[in-house]
């Protein structure tokens, strides 16, 4: 069994885009209420904002996927864990998606069911890509790849049994 973790530069930058949002409402509040009130408000906020971080921080360390011949058990950011045996798995598609209006791509992979749905899915954004090298030589299965990158929305017209239920509908109609 292989134990895949997230990259561990996304919890530092991460880290620094929550400090950016956290410290300009810390500075209104001092504004706001001037130096002598604002004391016990800015503790609480900074308080909360500690505890949020910390609950984050173990959230993102707990975060892997377990990978074997027998199949994926994956806990997730949220806690909640899955279970993928290997009897369901039909093969392993890896798709380069372009990133919004953009022509950045970002390497994605997808564990698919032998039903056609995604199962499994791990982002560029979140993991390595010699991470998601791994996957299909330790399920045994057959990897296949994508050789021109597509659009969320060709892939929502081609594929939709692979994206999550947020992912299908489209919001420009």
Same mark, same amino acid.
Not at 40 to 54: E, F, N, R
């Given at each position: 069994?292989?134990?895949?973790? !997230? *990259?561990?530069?996304?919890?530092?930058?991460?880290?620094?885009?929550?400090? /950016?949002? &956290? $410290?300009? #409402?810390? =500075?209104?509040?001092?504004?706001?209420?001037? !130096? *002598?009130?604002?004391?016990?408000?800015?503790?609480?906020?900074?308080?909360? /904002?500690? &505890? $949020?971080? #910390?609950? =984050?921080?173990?959230?993102?360390?707990?975060?892997?996927?377990?990978?074997?011949?027998?199949?994926?058990?994956?806990?997730?950011?949220?806690?909640?864990?899955?279970?993928? =045996?290997?009897?369901?798995?039909?093969?392993?598609?890896?798709?380069?998606?372009?990133?919004?209006?953009?022509?950045?791509?970002?390497?994605?992979?997808?564990?698919?069911?032998?039903?056609?749905?995604?199962?499994?899915?791990?982002?560029?954004?979140?993991?390595?890509?010699?991470?998601?090298?791994?996957?299909?030589?330790?399920?045994?299965?057959?990897?296949?790849?994508?050789?021109?990158?597509?659009?969320?929305?060709?892939?929502?017209?081609?594929?939709?049994?692979?994206?999550?239920?947020?992912?299908?509908?489209?919001?420009?109609?």
């Amino acid at each position: 069994m292989y134990t895949l973790r !997230p *990259r561990r530069t996304l919890g530092s930058s991460t880290g620094l885009t929550f400090a /950016a949002l &956290v $410290l300009p #409402v810390l =500075a209104a509040e001092l504004w706001l209420f001037g !130096p *002598r009130g604002a004391w016990p408000l800015v503790a609480v906020t900074v308080a909360l /904002a500690a &505890v $949020l971080l #910390v609950v =984050a921080w173990v959230a993102y360390q707990r975060t892997h996927a377990s990978i074997s011949m027998y199949g994926i058990v994956e806990r997730g950011f949220f806690g909640g864990t899955s279970t993928v =045996a290997a009897r369901d798995i039909a093969g392993v598609l890896r798709v380069q998606i372009y990133r919004g209006n953009s022509l950045d791509v970002s390497q994605e992979l997808f564990v698919v069911s032998r039903s056609g749905r995604g199962v499994f899915r791990m982002r560029g954004t979140f993991w390595d890509t010699s991470t998601m090298d791994r996957v299909a030589p330790i399920l045994g299965a057959e990897e296949t790849v994508h050789a021109e990158p597509v659009t969320l929305a060709e892939l929502r017209r081609s594929d939709p049994k692979l994206l999550y239920w947020f992912e299908r509908r489209s919001l420009a109609r």
